[in-house]
């Protein structure tokens, strides 16, 4: 007698083994999914804005950027960087490299009132403006103390 109920105790500790294996396979694997979803919405999110200026009123546009973007990094805790260019032998050709923490981020930028107000001052001051959404191949900055 004793040695069926060591059977059904055996039987039963097995299948409680087994019921917790399951579960924690469930979890681990629900956290794996929704940790891989969350870092794809959470990538970062990188544009670049080529835009053409009419040269008279170039300074002025240079001013209006420069407000504007000051305003994004130290406002937005989703803007991470925003660093403009000119071309040398054009300089009315400027290249804006955005990035943003994530796509919703972007989204957030856009609508605050620092951006709108920097759209409102240069838009007589822009010929044309091109937008596109990149992904990074390669990213290396070296550290200040790091030469």
């Known amino acids: 007698m004793i040695a069926g109920k060591t059977n059904i105790a055996h039987t039963t500790v097995q299948s409680f083994q087994k019921i917790v294996f399951l579960i924690f396979l469930a979890i681990m694997t629900t ?11 959470r990538s970062p999110y990188l544009r670049i804005a080529r835009i053409v200026i009419d040269s008279p009123q170039l300074e002025n546009y240079k001013a209006a950027l420069k407000e504007g973007m000051e305003a994004a990094v130290l406002i937005e805790p989703g803007v991470i960087s925003l660093y403009a260019v000119y071309e040398k032998d054009h300089p009315t050709h400027v290249t804006v490299f955005e990035t ?26 822009v010929k044309s403006l091109e937008l596109a959404d990149v992904i990074t191949i390669a990213n290396e900055t070296k550290q200040q103390g790091n030469r």
């Open 31 to 41: 956290l794996v999914f929704s940790n891989n979803a969350a870092a794809q919405t």
């Open 100 to 125: 943003y923490a994530d796509k919703n981020a972007y989204e957030l930028h856009i609508q605050t009132p620092h951006f709108k107000k920097y759209k409102e001052r240069v838009k007589d001051m």
